[in-house]
C-alpha cells in the first residue's frame, strides 16, 4: 500500500482512484462496508482519511483537553487497511487550511483537482466543509459538477444495533471485547512500539513486552487472553499471551500501559513494532498482599489464557 499525505503536488501515477472517504477509526463492518462500495470500479482502490483527528483539532483550537477517544493510532489503521486490500491510503493533514474550506472548495481543490479522485464512497452519515456544512448528498451534487461519481453507503447494523465506534468503546470499557469483535468484524488491536519497563515482570518470572496506550481509548483495566503478533524484526510471527492493561497498582501511580507475557518465547522485542489482540477479558486489575500472591494469580491467569485461546 502506498501511503501520501500531500495532496497539493501528487503524483501522476497516484491520482485517478476510487476511494472511500472519512475517519474510519476502528475500521468497524459500517467502514468495511464503505470501503468495499469503492472496491471494483476498474480503478486503484484507495481511502482518504485525516490526521489527527478532526475532533482532536478542533478541541486543541477550542483550548479544550479531550479524554482519550481513538479505537487506533495511525499505524494500526494503516496495517489494517493494507489487509482490507486498499492500494492508495491518502492521510490528509487535518489543519486550519482543511478545516476552515467550503465544503465546495474541498470537493473541488482537494478531492477533483488535488487528488484527482474518480470515484468517491461515503458513509450515510458524512459530514464536511466548513462548520460541517455538507452532507453526502451535497458530495453528490459537488461531484457531479466536478467530474466525480459518488456512492452514499447506507450505515450498516449488528443485531439490530448500528455499528459504530461509539458502540464498540462502549463494550470494550464494559470488558466486552467479544461484542466489539462482532462490529469491527476482527479482533480490537493495540499497535506500538515495544518500549523498556521497569522490568519487574522479568524478575518474577514473567517478562513482558511492554506498550504505551497513551491517546488510545482504554479497555477495561485487567488481564486478557490474547494474540500477539510481532510485526517486524528477527522474531516475526504470531504468538499467544496473557496481557495486563492498567496501572500497576503494586507498585505506586503509573501511567496506564500494556504488558503481554508472551506464551513459550524467548528473545528481545524492544524497539520492535508489534500487535495485541484482545480475545477474552479475563479478571479486573487487582492489588496483591504480597509478590507471591500475584505470581500465583499470574500462573493462574496464564493456564485460563492458554485454554481460552486454544477454543478460539
Known sequence: MKHYTDWKSLET???????????FDGIHLGHQSVIDHARGRHAPLGVITFEPHPREFF?????????PFRLMNPE????RLAKLGVERLFELPFAAELADMTAERFARDVLAEGLGISHVAVGGDFRFGKGREGDAQTLEALGREYGFAVTIAPLLHVDGVEASSTAIRTALSEGRPGDATAMLGHLHRIEGEVLHG??????LGYPTANMSVAGLHLPKLGVYAVKFDVLTGPHRGQYRGAASLGVRPMFGENAPNLETFIFDFDGSLYGEHVSVALVEYLRPEMKFDSLEALTEQMAADCARARDVLAAA
Open 76 to 79: 494500526a489503521r494503516a496495517n
Open 13 to 23: 501515477a497516484a491520482r485517478g482512484a476510487s476511494v472511500a472517504m472519512g475517519n
Open 198 to 203: 521497569d522490568k519487574r515482570g522479568r524478575d
Open 59 to 67: 478541541a486543541a483550537r477550542a483550548g479544550k483537553t479531550l479524554a
